[in-house]
């Protein structure tokens, strides 16, 4: 925030030592000439605008209850307007167990990308109504849909057609695989970008590696049926708490890394931070307390639902009735139908939903003839959300699909991968690109099989009474805060000795690029004379890279639950075909690839019968795939080195820039030295065709007090940037007293401001935080005006305690004081009322006229029509950064023509006057009459009254500041 500072003709003089040294001296010129190219080139990289402006709108939404119920849902949502309407717009449902607020920066960041946006709660999350049906095609699937039929009906939103909205999906998880399921069932959909979420919720809850197809589209031989695949226990418990509490537990929460981010450990210390920290209401927490009743032990879940895991959380297994309803909330029962545009984005540390998931929906949508393309990325349920470079990724499929904007993203496949950590700490992450995705037809033709030979005996592994105590590879929703450190994830996998079997590789001769699922044959057979569980044996299967210390890493904490029926009590083995979960790890010359066969893992449900199993090796090789591409980036850290390219450009440029800028500071306009403001022609545009402020001209003259109105998005705020020299402007200038204003201009100590917040220190009370400002501008104390500014303030004995007690209208008071400080020629608020109650308000418009009363110009914005025509002299309106008037108030309060009468028969007033040619909107208001003259004279109006024999006690224009703004703006300006 700039206000009062250093005034021009009294320049501060800075002294400064020369530096001695062994071999010689500092010079005064040598040190300010690098000071200067110092100061150049920080001012130079941080100089850079702020993104467009967003506003929203709240709005409840009713949706049937479900098929043919006369009873209502209400949806909870927010519509993100970007500053261009109307504009396609985008659909942004939240992950399980969130609600809008989790996905509030997303949205905010695409209606920053020129969408609209409309972020909701799900039924039975957040402040919506309704139970969980988990994306239910009857129930979540149809609420879309009706909330698609709303955007139909908004001017903001673009359409193809009445009723069809240029509309994409895109969201996280729950939120994914809605996206998936609304644009299977409705062709109004017109692309979607779903993001780490499911294909069948069946196998992804109760995943079977024999029914699971590989990452390169083949399928391992037919074993157990779906119904005998090994419950995810702690997943699910998970999930079904987060519906109880509406707690955000499946949310990845953090980024994860992309290249050029921060180190490791900190992004460490910020997940496991984010981990431990209490939930608060509110936030990225979807910490909105739900609405409506809680249905007992099964929160908002319903009824179907809520048994449904009972029945598998207390035996371990699922009915064929289960399993129906699971598939019945699963996109792979809608993928057949979807033809849109389709980015699917998965991520490689993900122990809920793996990269299988991704690679069905893949293989299912393209089967249609659409388009699709897949990113693996180094997150997921474990690992973080997509960072801004994904994000951004995202932005630019929706754009392209939605609005033709941008180059075509194709359908190539991109990967990410982790590599060897540097000195520094950081990891090296790269990302490989590929022609297409491996799992589609063509696409295999850039994956290779390699066979890596393991090695080992035959082993006995016992499944403990109970199936405790289990192994360990990971911790489902903790996993965002250990993943993504190597060591950390080998000390957290843990294989307990007599319950696993080993089988080694030798090392390898070069890096070996893990990208996919691998498959291994293994042979099991029960160890004769022990008993033989009725369910079959219950295997856990996982793949570790081992370095030359022994140290091993489980990628992507990844394990392939296998259950084995029918097995012999003889001892007669059965073979198996194991499809490891998909991993993308760079396994570097001298490590080795270990395979471990587990009889228990603590995030399944595992075998509470004893057993004893004999395991080995039913072929020696280890297919594992391998998808070649071009690294799109790599480890060497360019970002750096441009940097210093950068930073050295600039030094050398820093001499010119300041001789410009020197001599913009020195533009003086002599003719305009005597007038507070003047802007001409002023415009200011942002990347991607927005435009804030177009060809805005207009005068503030001493004395006035000038009220800048419009409604939101209409470039009030950022004509006052451009005003404090915050941004440049992109055409046209202002001049103040005469001096073109520039960033660090000396004419802006001639200014004091308010716009866009304070900032104080915290500890110390409002009276030091105001001496301590205005010692910072170097002008003597008694210029300062602290009792006047105080007075303004109205805080009393607040102002000698500390500022964080203070509340938000306390704190506003202070910063109006603080530009107010030596009481300078241009005073400039934003807002100021904002916080302030009623007397306070008062005893604010009375200091700006008695401000401005001694010759000093005052320019406030804001959007209370009745403050600026109780404190303003002039106003400035403006509409989708366009001058729609100027003038004084009184000039624009009745330029309409409008006039009100007091009369002892209104009635017969109203009737007089509407006889009279070319008046209209006539209407009666108590003892006044209200008519829109339209160019006839009040005189001849007030003639024909009295003539009719009506009694006039009071004739006059109709004052209404708020009925001329919403003229000027029309009803549009609502909504913006």
């Known amino acids: 925030m700039l206000t009062a500072g250093s005034q021009p003709d009294k320049p501060r003089v800075i002294r400064v030592a020369s530096f001695s040294r062994s071999r010689g001296r500092w010079s005064l010129p040598a040190l300010i000439v690098l000071v200067a190219l110092v100061g150049g080139a920080v001012i130079w990289l941080r100089q850079g605008d702020d993104p467009p402006p967003v506003s929203t709108r709240d709005a409840v939404i009713d949706v049937p209850e479900g098929p043919g119920s006369d009873r209502t849902v209400q949806i909870d949502t927010t519509l993100y307007l970007p500053e261009r309407t109307p504009a396609p717009a985008v659909l942004l449902p939240h992950g399980f167990g969130g609600s809008k607020a989790s996905v509030s920066a997303q949205a905010t960041e695409l209606a920053q990308r020129g969408f609209v946006v409309l972020t909701y709660s799900a039924r039975g999350f957040g402040r919506s109504t309704g139970q969980i049906a988990l994306n239910s095609v009857d129930h979540e699937v149809r609420d879309a849909q009706k909330l698609l039929d709303w955007l139909a009906t908004r001017e903001e939103v673009r359409t193809d057609a009445p009723g069809d909205p240029r509309v994409g999906v895109t969201g996280g998880s729950y939120g994914g695989a809605l996206a998936l399921s609304l644009a299977g069932v409705d062709q109004r959909v017109d692309t979607i970008a779903p993001v780490i979420t499911y294909n069948d919720l069946s196998q992804a809850l109760l995943p079977n590696a024999a029914t699971t197809a590989t990452v390169d589209g083949t399928t ?44 490791d450990a900190q992004a460490l210390d910020n997940a496991a931070a984010a981990a431990t920290a209490p939930r608060q209401p509110g936030g990225d927490q979807g910490g909105d307390r739900p609405a409506g009743p809680v249905n007992g032990a099964c929160g908002r879940f319903q009824a179907d639902v809520c048994a449904a895991y009972t029945e598998v959380a207390t035996t371990g297994k699922a009915s064929e009735r289960t399993l129906a309803l699971l598939r019945r909330s699963s996109p792979s029962e809608l993928t057949s139908r979807i033809t849109q545009p389709t980015l699917l984005v998965q991520g490689e540390q993900d122990t809920l939903f793996g990269l299988d998931q991704a690679d069905a929906n893949a293989r299912q949508i393209a089967a249609n003839g659409a388009k699709v393309k897949v990113i693996w990325y180094a997150g997921g349920h474990d690992g973080g959300t997509p960072g801004p470079e994904l994000r951004g990724q995202i932005a630019d499929w929706l754009a392209f699909h939605l609005d033709n904007r941008g180059a075509d993203p194709g359908t190539g496949f991109e990967y990410s991968v982790t590599g060897a950590f540097r000195s520094s700490g950081a990891p090296s992450l790269r990302t490989v690109v590929a022609p297409g995705y491996p799992g589609l037809p063509g696409g295999s033709t850039t994956t290779e099989r390699r066979d890596v030979a393991l090695s080992g005996r035959e082993q006995v592994v016992v499944n403990p009474a109970g199936g405790n105590p289990a192994a360990v590879s990971s911790l489902p929703g903790l996993g965002a805060a250990l993943s993504r450190s190597s060591s950390l994830a080998s000390r957290l996998s843990l294989d307990l000795p007599g319950q696993s079997a080993v089988f080694s590789s030798e090392a390898m001769t070069s890096q070996l690029l893990l990208s996919g699922s691998s498959t291994v044959r293994l042979r099991v057979a029960a160890v004769p004379g022990q008993p033989v569980p009725a369910d079959g044996a219950v295997l856990f299967v996982k793949l570790y890279d081992a370095d030359s210390n022994g140290v091993r890493t489980l990628p992507g904490s990844a394990v392939a639950p296998v259950r084995v029926a029918d097995l012999p009590a003889d001892g007669t083995p059965v073979e198996v075909t194991v499809t490891l979960p998909g991993a993308v790890r760079p396994v570097e010359s001298d490590h080795r690839l270990e395979l471990v066969v587990s009889t228990t893992d603590q995030a399944y449900a595992n075998a509470q019968e004893p057993a004893a199993y004999r395991i080995s090796l039913a072929s020696p090789e280890l297919r594992v795939p391998v998808v070649g591409g071009v690294n799109s980036t790599s480890g060497v850290p360019t970002g750096a080195l441009w940097g210093i390219a950068v930073v050295l450009a600039v030094c050398a440029a820093a001499a010119v820039i300041g001789w410009f800028r020197r001599r913009l500071n020195a533009d003086v306009d ?199 025509e109780q404190t303003c002299s002039h106003v400035v309106v403006m509409h989708k950064g366009t001058l729609v008037a100027a003038g004084e108030v009184e000039e624009i309060a009745t330029g309409g023509g409008e006039a009100s009468f007091r009369v002892d028969r209104p009635e017969e007033a109203a009737s007089v006057l509407r006889g009279l040619s070319g008046v209209h909107n006539v209407h009666v208001d108590g003892e006044q009459v209200h008519a829109s003259l339209n160019g006839t004279p009040r005189a001849e109006a007030l003639q024909a009254l009295v003539s009719a024999g009506v009694a006039v006690d009071q004739a006059g224009p109709r004052r209404r500041l708020e009925d001329a703004f919403l003229e000027l703006v029309g009803d549009a300006g609502g909504s913006r």
């Open 220 to 263: 391992p031989s037919p074993g157990a049926f779906a119904s005998d695949g090994v419950f995810k226990r702690s997943w699910a418990g998970i999930f079904f708490s987060a519906g109880l509490s509406g707690g955000d537990a499946a949310s990845p929460g953090q980024e994860a890394p992309e290249p050029g981010q921060d180190d």
């Open 670 to 868: 002599p003719e305009l030295t005597g007038v507070p403001l003047v802007i001409k022609g002023l415009t200011k545009s942002y990347p991607g065709g927005l435009t804030a402020v177009k060809d805005l001209s207009f005068t503030v003259g001493h004395g006035q007090v000038l009220g800048l109105l419009g409604p939101n998005g209409a470039g009030k705020t950022t004509t006052l940037r451009m005003l404090m020299g915050l941004i440049q402007p992109t055409e046209g200038e202002i001049r103040v007293f005469g001096h073109r204003v520039g960033p660090g201009a000396p004419v802006l100590s001639r200014i004091g401001s308010f716009v866009e917040g304070s900032g104080f220190l915290p500890h110390l009370s409002g009276i030091a935080n105001l001496h301590l400002y205005w010692a910072a501008t170097g002008r003597p104390v008694e210029q300062a005006h602290f009792d006047e500014a105080l007075e303004i303030a109205g805080l009393g004995d607040a102002v000698h305690r500390k500022v964080r007690t203070y509340s938000q209208g306390m704190r506003q008071r202070l910063a109006i004081a603080q530009a107010m400080l030596g009481l300078p020629d241009l005073l400039v608020l934003d807002e100021p009322t904002n916080g302030l109650d009623p007397p306070q308000i008062h005893q604010m418009r009375e200091v700006l006229r008695r401000y401005a009363a001694a010759g000093r110009t005052v320019l406030v914005s804001s959007h209370l029509l009745a403050e600026v």
